[in-house]
């Protein structure tokens, strides 16, 4: 089950680094 209110702060973070989640760059492991 996917919820985007969990992978709001890590988006956040990420965001700020040019980094996204589920984009080309993302960085979660």
Known sequence: ???PERFKPSFE???KNN???FGPGHRLC
């Open 19 to 21: 980094y996204f989640p």
């Open 13 to 15: 973070v990420v965001s």
């Open 1 to 3: 089950e996917f919820r």
